[in-house]
């Protein structure tokens, strides 16, 4: 199998783990109290989850058979057979997890001829298209997929160290595509941009246009990230949930502006 596709694999399997993982948790929380406000509320944010990842494996068809399983999860049976809509939101999880299951069994069980006719079905994320270093993107996206996890397992250290990263990483090779010469025509830093500190090349690339004011909301651990770490690479304070949240959220955006066909 061509090692960038059993990559591409790897990090679904691990992707769905995760989705699974947080279906499990719904589904007990609901057992115990049907209507409670926050697991209602935590598990439609899990299914909206569910159907992008279902998306992307089926390829944006709706015809395919991962699509059409995601589509029937929500829906109950009549007497008669006929589907009606009103399945309880318990059943709708445990469905969904039958499904995901099935995904990560077809990806487990792929071999290098079958992954190859699947993978128009399975497209690889193309989330960092829009970097210009090509041999970055993959390291990117697995790394995306680890601080995505990280965050469903409530390792938010992790979760923020590693969103903190990636955000530096796209926003220096946006700052390197454009040029030390008209950064400084800008008014940028006359040293090497690998010089430049993670606030000074946000600065710049804002002052640039490269990117709005998004990293206004940047808390001020993630700034700092490089700076708070011990020598193991992990955080020396605790990261919150919120600060490991809205750091996530502050990528997006910047993901966003350095690439406006999302």
């Avoid at 115990?32 to 909206?48: K, L, M």
């Avoid at 090509?134 to 995306?144: I, K, N, S, V």
């Avoid at 040293?191 to 710049?204: H, M």
């Amino acid at each position: 199998m061509d090692e960038s596709l059993r990559t591409q694999i790897e990090t679904y399997l691990t992707h769905l783990e995760g989705l699974k993982r947080r279906g499990r948790e719904l589904r007990d929380a609901l057992a115990a109290n049907a209507s409670d406000p926050s697991a209602i509320a935590a598990t439609r944010r899990w299914q909206e989850d569910c159907g992008v990842t279902i998306n992307q494996l089926s390829g944006g068809s709706k015809a395919h058979w991962l699509a059409r399983s995601f589509s029937g999860a929500f829906l109950m049976r009549a007497a008669d057979g006929q589907a009606v809509e009103g399945a309880e939101p318990a059943q709708i999880v445990e469905r969904l997890l039958g499904v995901l299951d099935q995904a990560a069994a077809t990806l487990s069980q792929m071999d290098g001829s079958s992954a190859a006719s699947a993978s128009s079905e399975a497209p690889a994320p193309r989330r960092f298209e829009f970097v210009h270093n090509a041999e970055l993107r993959p390291t990117l996206e697995r790394a995306y997929a680890d601080s995505r996890e990280a965050l469903e397992q409530a390792d938010y250290n992790s979760a923020l160290l590693t969103s903190s990263g990636i955000l530096e990483a796209i926003v220096t090779d946006a700052l390197e595509h454009k040029g030390l010469s008209a950064l400084i025509a800008s008014g940028a830093p006359a040293e090497k941009i690998s010089d430049w500190s993670f606030e000074t090349r946000l600065t710049v690339a804002e002052r640039a246009g490269l990117i709005r004011s998004g990293c206004a909301r940047l808390p001020a651990i993630a700034r700092a990230y490089r700076d708070r770490t011990d020598s193991e690479g992990s955080l020396k304070e605790k990261v919150t949930e919120r600060d490991a949240k809205t750091t996530g959220q502050v990528l997006h955006v910047v993901m966003r502006d350095l690439d406006p066909g999302r």
